[in-house]
């Protein structure tokens, strides 16, 4: 089994900043991309921002700039720094991570969603 548990999520206002951060679990062999996802009421999820295991990230045109994806292979965890909220920037957010697992098996798992709003 594998899990993904996030954290972080919150409300602030426009302007702040909040980290939120993903710790994988479980029957993990190689954990290869990481990143996160949000999706807005009314809305598509949409990425948000993905990292590789080699450090190289990748950023949605709407958070670049405001935005930063780290990761710790030793522990398995993945963040993103939000700095510079805007109101557009709530949703519920989602961490996922591509996952060869016991059984050789690749796999996208997600975390349960963390809300983040921003709103004064």
């Known amino acids: 089994q594998v899990q993904l548990v996030e954290s972080g999520g919150g409300l602030v206002q426009p302007g702040g900043s909040l980290r939120l951060s993903c710790a994988a679990s479980?029957?993990?062999?190689?954990?290869?991309?990481m990143g996160w996802y949000r999706q807005a009421p009314g809305k598509e999820r949409e990425l948000v921002a993905d990292?590789?295991?080699?450090?190289?990230?990748n950023y949605a045109d709407s958070v670049k700039g405001r935005f930063t994806i780290s990761r710790d292979n030793a522990k398995n965890t993945v963040h993103v720094q939000m700095n510079s909220l805007k109101p557009e920037d709530t949703a519920v957010y989602y961490c996922?991570?591509?996952?060869?697992?016991?059984?050789?098996?690749?796999?996208?798992?997600w975390g349960q969603g963390t809300q983040v709003t921003v709103s004064s």
């Open positions: 479980g029957s993990i062999l190689r954990l290869d991309a």
């Open positions: 990292i590789t295991s080699g450090g190289s990230t």
């Open positions: 996922y991570a591509r996952i060869l697992d016991r059984y050789y098996a690749t796999n996208d798992y």
